[in-house]
């Protein structure tokens, strides 16, 4: 805005807040044909030393104008010492944000056009209470699959992409990328062009099986598609999906784990729903409903919010709503009984390792040869 001093873009997520940096210069420079008049500082510190030279060298650019005369454009990229970190609480990383706020309170718009870029932030703080106030802002949602990430941001992302290459992603193709990669934005942004450039000039649909073919399980432990085909209980799907796993040479133990880790999320889904505590709503599990059955749950499961497969309420409820779709038809008894075979299967394995794939074939068939 024309009558802000400077402009500052923040959030949780730094790929998506320097990708908005990097767009958001590119704009202010526009026309600038004066390379010494477009500046960059690194603001990324491990330390309060760190911290200072950094906002020394902010300083200096701001102070110093172009050799030619003109207006001088300034971007402090990266910055990380506003967070709620041991170098961001520190008593010398404090002074440092008040002679910065200083600095940016003081700058001649006219002379020099500034852009702020910051990740992660404390907005608890008076440093950013004063930017809200002060500059041209932007805050930018975490688009991932934490609880407190917004995973609307992350689905924008991908059909901002998608309409850059001008092609079109399927509801289910979006969910099941999202999965695939971990809800990690680089790696979405990355699979979106390799999906995008598969499907050629002419453009299209990216369809959930194109996803599935191209799009590798990304992070470490969790083998999406056996997981997947077994939870949508394809007793077929799931049969071929273990075949690829295998004979991608991968292992049994690491493939158990993720079955279970979803098995104890839906029986923990299943006993609240079954109970009434939690509802569904239009768009998912019910929002009010949720944050009612962590309070009333927080003596057993603890305020932690560090992700846990043993605790419900750690989980991003968008996920949860996307998992609650397999529980409809299932009882809790069958759902013990899944985690019952998966502790066979494991006990199996250690006594057979060289038949790791006949035991899980056997395992998917016990849990979904009724189904």
Not at 2 to 8: G, H, L, N
Not at 63 to 83: E, N
Not at 120 to 128: A, E, M, N
Not at 304 to 318: A, P, Y
Request: negative net charge; aromatic residues 8%; charged residues 30%.
């Amino acid at each position: 805005m024309a009558d802000k001093p400077f402009t500052f873009i923040g959030g949780a997520d730094d790929f998506l807040v320097e990708r908005a940096g990097k767009e958001r210069f590119a704009r202010m420079t526009e026309g600038v044909e004066d390379d010494l008049a477009k500046e960059i500082v690194d603001g990324y510190a491990n330390n309060v030393g760190e911290v200072e030279k950094a906002v020394n060298q902010f300083v200096q650019a701001v102070d110093t104008l172009p050799m030619f005369g003109g207006k001088k454009v300034v971007w402090f990229k990266s910055v990380c010492f506003l967070a709620d970190s041991v170098t961001g609480r520190a008593e010398g990383t404090l002074k440092q944000v008040e002679r910065l706020q200083e600095v940016l309170g003081r700058l001649d718009p006219a002379s020099v056009s500034v852009l702020v870029t910051a990740s992660p932030v404390d907005r608890r703080r008076s440093f950013p209470k004063w930017l809200e106030k002060t500059a041209d802002i932007q805050w930018l949602a975490a688009a991932g699959t934490g609880r407190n990430d917004d995973p609307r941001a992350l689905e924008d992302l991908v059909r901002r992409e998608c309409a850059a290459f001008g092609v079109e992603i399927a509801p289910n193709a979006l969910a099941l990328l999202t999965a695939k990669v971990n809800a990690n934005t680089r790696l979405v942004v990355e699979e979106v062009r390799k999906l995008a450039t598969y499907l050629g000039k002419e453009g299209g649909v990216i369809e959930e099986a194109l996803v599935a073919e191209l799009v590798p399980d990304f992070g470490e432990g969790d083998f999406f598609e056996a997981a997947e085909a077994f939870f949508s209980r394809d007793l077929a799907w799931t049969l071929d999906a273990l075949r690829r796993h295998f004979f991608a040479g991968h292992d049994a133990r690491g493939l158990i784990t993720t079955l279970q880790n979803r098995n104890r999320i839906l029986i923990q889904l299943k006993t609240l729903l079954d109970a009434g505590e939690i509802r569904m709503g239009y768009r998912g599990l019910d929002k009010t409903t949720f944050e009612q059955a962590a309070r009333a749950h927080r003596e057993a499961f603890g305020d932690s919010e560090t992700k846990s497969h043993f605790n419900v309420f750690t989980q991003n409820l968008w996920y949860l709503g996307k998992l609650s779709d397999g529980v409809k038809g299932l009882t809790l008894r069958r759902l013990i009984d899944h985690q019952t075979e998966f502790i066979r299967a494991f006990e199996r394995i250690l006594t057979h390792p060289n038949e790791q794939e006949e035991v899980m074939r056997e395992t998917a068939i016990r849990c979904l040869g009724e189904s």
